[in-house]
């Protein structure tokens, strides 16, 4: 980063990562499916991610490669563990010594060991205090705590980030956390960071890049949507939350009206997010994105919007009162 822009702000998880910047570019399927995105954050200074969850193994590995041949600094791999195929992506990853791995959807014993002897550092994805407890009982790295407004997969119970990263870091104070759901900014980083996270993770605020791998129907519902316009939807199926549309509106009703699993299920199963993030079906398809897409007014290069973030982020953290010292009242 050059000019006025902010070249480190260090924290634990900087370190551990080897990022200059607190800021993790979520993996998201079709959108990080790609080296492109990944490959602008990384170089901007922030942690980019290839999302591995729908990629095709050569296709994967054809990203890494760009990824690697276009920066030399740290990259993360994405990997849901309940993907199709999963442990020959393992071994791909294992072999390939990638640098991050963050792996969601599973428990970390599967996969910690023989990454951690590869020297990867591995993140694990957590949406409650139990399953945080669980991941560094087990050794893992650090952790990416997600909150209720994120977007894709947030915990079933909805508790909202405030809470749950706070939660967390009152449980296991020394870890290294990132938080997850609702940042959009710098002052969000400036709140996860004040929360006792060490870095915060971006989703939609990239789902709006232009480097992203989305049809541009799906970033043009994310720009007109408020803070007030997406949905949960999937009880008992794997809740999601997405943005509201067609697909949704069907999705609730059916739930609201108490119709059987079966149904719910068929109805569920007929949408994708590949129809909404490929073939740019934003009313039938699942438009996964966070509450954040309310703040969310323009889409820039990705390097752009790390560089903003980082510069908010001065402009927050600089601008909260000081605390100041009162002489004490004597006493009569």
């Known amino acids: 980063m050059t000019g006025d822009a902010v070249t480190r702000i260090v924290t634990p998880v900087t370190r551990l990562l080897g990022i200059d910047l607190p800021i993790v570019q979520a993996g998201m399927s079709w959108a990080s499916s790609c080296s492109a995105l990944p490959l602008a ?19 994967l590995e054809r990203a890494i490669d760009e990824v690697e041949a276009g920066t030399g600094r740290p990259y993360a791999v ?8 999963a442990d020959e992506v393992m071994d791909v990853l294992c ?33 409650s205090e139990e399953h945080a407890a669980k991941a560094l009982d087990a050794g893992v ?21 405030l809470v749950m990263v706070r939660a967390v870091a009152r449980l296991a104070p020394a870890a290294p956390i990132v938080a997850s759901g609702g940042f959009a900014d710098g ?10 996270a060490g870095a915060a993770q971006f989703g939609t605020r990239f789902i709006a890049s232009a480097e992203s791998n989305l049809h541009p129907a ?13 949905r949960t939807v999937g009880r008992d199926l794997g809740t999601i939350r997405l943005l509201a ?77 000081a605390v100041e010292r009162a002489e004490p009242v004597p006493r009569p």
Do not use: W
């Not at 990997?79 to 199709?84: F, G, M, V």
């Not at 390939?96 to 694990?124: E, K, M, N, W």
């Open 41 to 59: 954050v990384s170089a901007a200074g922030g942690l980019g991610v290839i999302a591995a969850g729908p990629m095709r193994i050569p296709d």
């Open 78 to 85: 994405n990997l849901p563990l309940y993907r199709k195929g």
């Open 95 to 127: 072999a390939r010594r990638i640098p991050v791995l963050i792996a969601s959807q599973g428990g970390p014993r599967r996969y910690l060991r023989r990454f951690q002897d590869a020297g990867t550092v591995c993140l694990h994805v957590v949406a």
């Open 141 to 161: 790295d650090g952790l990416v705590v997600v909150g209720a407004e994120a977007g894709g997969h947030p915990p079933p119970g909805l508790v909202s980030t």
């Open 187 to 196: 002052a969000g980083l400036a709140a996860a960071l004040a929360l006792g």
């Open 218 to 230: 799906y970033k043009e519902a994310v720009l007109a949507a408020g803070v007030g316009d997406t």
């Open 245 to 321: 549309n067609a697909f949704a509106e069907r999705m609730g009703e059916l739930e609201r009206s108490g119709a059987d699993l079966a149904a719910r299920r068929a109805a569920f199963a007929g949408s994708s997010l590949r129809l909404a993030a490929r073939e740019g079906d934003v009313a039938q398809g699942k438009v996964e994105a966070g509450q954040s897409a309310g703040l969310v007014d323009a889409i820039l290069p990705a390097a752009e919007i790390v560089r903003r973030l980082a510069e908010e982020y001065a402009a927050a953290a600089g601008g909260l009162p």
